[in-house]
């Protein structure tokens, strides 16, 4: 086919710009989103959930990057649950992922537009959402080098504005805030907040999206991989730790903007620093929407390369070498989730979709190890069998909370799901030979 010789893209990604990448996925996590786990369960419950999933990201990253290194593509986990269970378990994979990253881009613009309305009553949220969307599906068309230089600095501006926001509160923090009121809910309230605690570490593994176009992936992909969770975890727990003493935690439990609102307990709502810090909380929220539209739209490619979306989503544009039409796709998703979701429920069906996809990651590494022990993996997961078992036990746990106290979306989300199988069977689809993938698409 056509589209098979010519979808190929272009290898200029180092160690660099996958930190940039996979820490600009997610730091907007650190600004706002989880501050609502305190609601369910108070600072020592959201601590103790937030350190469960702390562990949970840490041995799926290093089971997950053993997959990133042995199969790069730009299916991430479609492509390995496609290898080791065949095209349903790549179809359910994908879906989740789609899932995943599809509606974080819409959550973080929702949020972007939100940010900027509360800074300046004037602008109007959907509007500057969609603005906002635009500019970064332009960026990302442009190429992917450019697009990841401009991760780079866009990232490193919001991880030190955080380490700003850190030292300005740390002398301000007072054990006795945070021990207030610790834990109202009890060991439900931890069950509770897991999904919350999820959205300091959601779409980290959105890396994997952009393993075609890394130089030497067997060694970089770890380097990059690793530094960014280890630069995520000290954010994540030092963020959540000092916000929660330096004043009444639970006004910041109900807000979309808690560090500005912390900073303003301590200097003050006047204080023209706390006003620029507002501003300059931007930067999070724009790393993670440049990245997540770079993932999503690696998805939507792959996904159409070999088979299960329609065949003109995998056109690579001649000029910037940048999948266009896949990242079209996933503008006009997001345009409509916007339009007809609530930041929550957007994220709620985003964190579906990624654990999901990380339960169906961990089967994968399971199965590959016994079924092609000969593959050649040039990173291998420490701790084997024990780390991959305790992120997907963990994960599992997390899925088993957010459905329980989100019975509608997951309805939503798993008809979904059985909406594009039944679709998936009726058609007769078969994937395509997929070269990357080293064999033929199996039949089911």
Known sequence: ????????????????????????????????????????????????????????YVT??????????AIPHAGGAFAYAYRAMGPMGGLVAGYAT??????????????LGSYLHFLYPSVGVIPSALAFNVVFMLLNASGVKESAVFSVFITALAVI?????????????????????????????????????????????????????????????PKGYISALATLAFLALGVMILTGGVGNWRALSNIDYPLPEAIGMVLGKDNSFTKL????????????????????????????????LPEKLSAVNTRFKTPHWAIAAGGVVSFVAIFTGTTSQVIILAVLGALVMYIMSMISLFILRKKEPGLERPFIAPFYPLFPAIALVLSVVCMIALVYYNLLLSGIFFGGLVLAGGLFLLKGKRAVTDELLNRPAPSI
């Open 60 to 69: 799926f990253i290093f089971s997950y990057t053993e997959l990133t290194a």
């Open 277 to 308: 810090f507002a501003s300059i909380g931007l930067f999070g929220l724009i790393a993670s929407l440049h990245g997540t539209i770079l993932a999503s739209s690696r998805q939507v490619f792959a996904m159409a390369r070999s088979g299960f």
């Open 161 to 221: 504005e955080l380490l700003i926001f850190m030292g300005i509160v740390a002398p301000h923090f007072k054990m006795d805030n945070f021990m207030t009121d610790p834990m109202p809910f009890g060991w439900s309230g931890v069950f509770a907040a897991l999904p919350f605690a999820v959205w300091f570490y959601l779409a980290i593994e959105g890396v994997a999206m952009v393993a075609e176009e890394v130089k030497n992936p067997a060694r970089n992909i």
């Open 98 to 111: 789609l899932v995943d990253f599809l509606l974080a881009t819409p959550a973080i613009a929702f949020a």
């Open 1 to 56: 086919m056509e589209h098979q010789t010519a979808a190929t893209l272009k290898r200029t990604l180092k160690p660099i710009h996958l930190w940039a990448i996979a820490v600009g996925l997610v730091i907007s996590g650190e600004y706002f989103g989880w501050n609502y786990g305190w609601g369910v369960s108070g600072t020592i419950g959201f601590l103790i959930a937030s350190l469960l999933v702390t562990v949970m």
